[in-house]
């Protein structure tokens, strides 16, 4: 289970939680923290818990960890708190110790209850109230039990919790089937006999760094995804059988062609004694090529996603009947989503069929990765483990929050976007450390942050743009686009592109492109804007 599912479903809970460590910093909180501290929770991470909740400068008189931080179990007391918006709250706090430096607190709003009490007088409506009051938090604690078993249940992937004895602590519905393995077989067995093995995993992240794996579960392939918590690991199985397949099927693909492209060096040889059949043979090429250009749009989205707020605009020109680039959104949860252009060094059948493993890659294995450089580092491991030739790939990949406008960037040796500031009325260049992807294994990736405010533009595009030839053999730069997009700005996407593109057509006097040219354009609408 990956850390945004963790915090679905700890925001989903009636309780206020937080954990934080001995100094009692902030390590996480559920979005309802909010309304005690009204910030976000990733606002307070790693602030004093007391301040931010009491608004204290020390730790409150009565904490269970100030007194004793190696205390065991539970610690339970009523906990009186005065909220942001000045309104004063009661709540059941539980404290639990759950390892030398991490300590969870839940807190039940129990202000009703409390205020109850503190009416009664007499000794049975105390009584009465205080049945009420447990009670009612059993019945909570029985509703958030069923709620994050139910919720851990119907999940599409399987997921499966273990401890460090490889104790199978939890493991639901979906899991249970693919495995075929009922609830008397779970308690006797480890997690390691679920995968048909007899003894813990070579690859388990309790011994190992890994975190990602696959295996073969009665015929079929299951990626895994695991999550370390202290002493236990909680693995996300998903079945990609089909995914492994398609890229099977475009290496078998791959192979063909060039099995194709070998007998026509062979046949090559013998053109110039037979000039007859080479109107035939170059119709077969040209066909070839054909096919697999159509192949090639096939894999470009056929439309782009439509978000409130956001315009969204893209292009994709090939120099040749089958190019390099490619380009693409990858839709997640969460209302993240991940804008990809990448261009493949050559053109030609080549060039389109490391496009095509490169986006089945992208697609397979980082659906719901925010991270931009985890991302990078995945797609590249697999690639050199595919591309045995001296072909590489630069890519710019950045994930957006459509929430609040925030990116995740990485790039991958690509050229930088271009950033148009509306506040500043200013195109700056923003760009990444990295290498190209496919050639060297076990590459890390710069990742940056950047922030889309409204009427900003967010300009991504293939070096064949900016290096595009006039007959005096100048290319058309980057001071011209940058013109061109400040010109421009306040467009919608996909017209701005088309201004930009009749520029370059204008620029190149109508000669045809030496390079494939991609544009992806992400735009932040202005409220109360109208459009030109």
């Known amino acids: 289970m990956d850390l945004n599912t963790l915090t679905r479903l700890f925001d989903g809970l009636d309780s206020y939680i937080i954990a934080v460590d001995s100094e009692f910093n902030i390590k ?11 910030k976000h929770p990733d606002e307070i991470l790693n602030k004093k ?12 008189k009565n904490c269970p960890i100030d007194e004793d931080k190696n205390f065991s179990g539970t610690k339970v007391l009523i906990k009186d708190i005065i909220t942001y918006k000045g309104e004063r709250i009661f709540t059941r706090a539980a404290f639990t110790r759950i390892s030398d430096d991490l300590y969870v607190s839940s807190l039940i709003d129990i202000t009703d209850i409390e205020r109850e009490r503190l009416k009664l007088t007499h000794s049975t409506k105390e009584s009465k109230a205080n049945n009420f009051r447990l009670t009612h938090e059993k019945n909570i604690m029985d509703h958030e039990i069923t709620f994050l078993e139910k919720a851990i249940d119907n ?11 490889y104790n199978i ?7 249970k089937e693919t495995s075929q393995l009922g609830k008397k077989d ?16 070579k690859d388990c992240p309790f011994q190992t760094n890994h975190s990602k794996a696959l295996r073969h579960i009665h015929n079929k392939h299951m990626t895994i995804m695991f999550s370390k918590f202290d002493k236990y690991i909680v693995e996300s199985l998903r079945d990609t059988t089909r995914e492994i397949k398609l890229i099977d099927d475009i290496k ?11 007998q026509m060096s062979i046949m090559n040889k013998d053109l110039l004694r037979m000039n007859e059949k080479l109107k035939t043979i170059q119709a077969l090429i040209e066909e070839e090529l054909k096919q697999v250009g159509h192949i090639q749009e096939s894999l470009l989205p056929e439309k782009l996603p439509e978000v409130s707020g956001y315009d969204f605009g893209a292009t994709y020109i090939p120099a040749e009947q089958a190019g390099g680039d490619y380009y693409d959104c990858i839709q997640m949860s969460n209302n993240y989503c991940g804008f990809v252009v990448a261009d493949v060094s050559g053109h030609g059948t080549p060039a389109a069929v490391i496009m095509a493993i490169t986006r089945a890659i992208m697609r397979s294995y980082t659906f719901d990765v925010i991270s931009a450089s985890d991302a990078l580092t995945m797609v590249n491991d697999i690639l050199c483990d595919n591309i045995h030739t001296k072909d590489f790939v630069t890519m710019f990949y950045a994930v957006l929050n459509t929430n609040n406008g925030m990116f995740n960037l990485a790039s ?20 990444a450390s990295g290498m190209f992807l496919g050639t060297f294994e076990g590459l890390s990736f710069e990742e940056k942050k950047w922030y889309i405010e409204e009427g900003d533009v967010f300009f991504m595009y293939t070096d064949g743009l900016v290096e595009a030839m006039n007959n005096q053999r100048e290319q058309y730069g980057y001071d011209r686009l940058v013109s061109k997009l400040m010109m421009f700005n306040d467009y919608p996407a996909e017209r701005l592109i088309k201004e930009v593109m009749e520029d370059v057509k204008d620029f190149t006097a109508g000669a045809p492109f030496e390079d494939d040219i991609t544009i992806l354009v992400i735009k932040r609408n202005k409220k109360e804007s109208k459009n030109k």
């Open 28 to 38: 996480f909180a559920n979005g309802r923290i909010s309304f005690v501290s009204g």
């Open 252 to 262: 078998e693909r791959q192979n063909e062609i060039n099995e194709k492209q070998r």
């Open 49 to 60: 818990c007391y301040n931010v909740i009491h608004g204290y400068n020390k730790p409150c």
């Open 186 to 201: 779970i308690e006797k067995i480890k997690c390691y006999n679920v995968y048909g093995f007899e003894e813990p995993c």
């Open 169 to 175: 602590k939890t493991i639901n519905k979906i899991l």
């Open 412 to 431: 991958a040796g690509h050229n930088p976007v271009l950033f148009f500031d509306s506040s500043e009325f200013i195109v700056k260049k923003i760009t």
């Open 155 to 165: 999940m599409a992937h399987g997921i499966m919790i273990v401890d460090d004895e």
